[in-house]
Every structure is written in C-alpha cells, then in structure tokens.
C-alpha cells in the first residue's frame, strides 16, 4: 500500500507540472502575468515551465527522483508566496499542495540521490 501512496503521490506531481510547464512555454498569458507582477523578467515563466517538465521527467528517474522533488518543492514554495501575498490565499491551496507531495518524495527518495546503478 505504502508504494501505491508514492506513485500516486508521484503521478498527481508530474500531471500538474507538465500541464503547468507545458501551457507556460506555449506562452498562455494568465500564467505568464505573475512573473510581471513579481518584477522578473518575461523569459523567467519559460524558464520555470522548462524546470517544471524536466522536474516532472526527473521524478520517475530512480537516482535523480529526490533532487527532482527538491527542485519542484522549490518552484511550488515561489507559487504559494505569490497566491498568498498577491491573490485571494484559496488559490494558493493546489501549489501548497503540490509542495506537500513534492516534501514526501524528497523524504521517501533522499536516500537515492544520485545513486547510478551498474547495469
């Protein structure tokens, strides 16, 4: 049951960030706009929608698995600091919640960092 409870938690991840990844490098404007409101410059959501599908890649690769979650924790920390400080808090709750799954795989995961397996 216990694995279930990772590649779920896994899966929900990765289905969120390639969709989120994916419409920012295809330029979807609403997800374009907090990067402005935040002062970064407009090639930043590229670069975060690229980090985001690598992240997402990376989830599902045994020995880069807890770095991937790390960095997507990362990501989803800037997501709920911006929800919280320049939207209605509610629609901070998905990247909160994305965050929380990402600090479980990192828990679940952190022993296998960058452990390459001999084949």
């Known amino acids: 049951m216990k694995k279930y409870g990772f590649n779920i938690a896994r899966g929900l991840i990765?289905?969120?960030?390639?969709?989120?990844?994916?419409a920012k490098?295809?330029?979807?404007?609403?997800?374009?706009?907090?990067?402005h409101?935040?002062?970064?410059?407009?090639?930043?959501?590229?670069?975060?929608?690229?980090c985001e599908i690598a992240g997402a890649i990376g989830l599902f690769i045994s020995s880069l698995s807890a770095i991937s979650a790390a960095g997507i924790a990362t990501i989803m920390s800037g997501a709920v600091y911006f929800h919280f400080m320049y939207t209605p808090p509610?629609?901070?709750?998905?990247?909160?919640?994305?965050?929380?799954?990402s600090v479980f795989?990192?828990?679940?995961?952190?022993?296998?960092?960058?452990?390459?397996?001999?084949?």
């Open 14 to 22: 990765a289905l969120v960030l390639v969709a989120g990844g994916g």
């Open 25 to 35: 490098l295809a330029g979807v404007p609403e997800l374009h706009e907090s990067f």
């Open 37 to 50: 409101i935040l002062g970064l410059p407009g090639w930043f959501g590229y670069f975060i929608g690229v």
């Open 90 to 101: 509610a629609e901070g709750i998905p990247a909160l919640v994305i965050l929380g799954l």
């Open 105 to 119: 795989v990192v828990i679940k995961t952190k022993s296998k960092i960058f452990k390459f397996s001999k084949t």
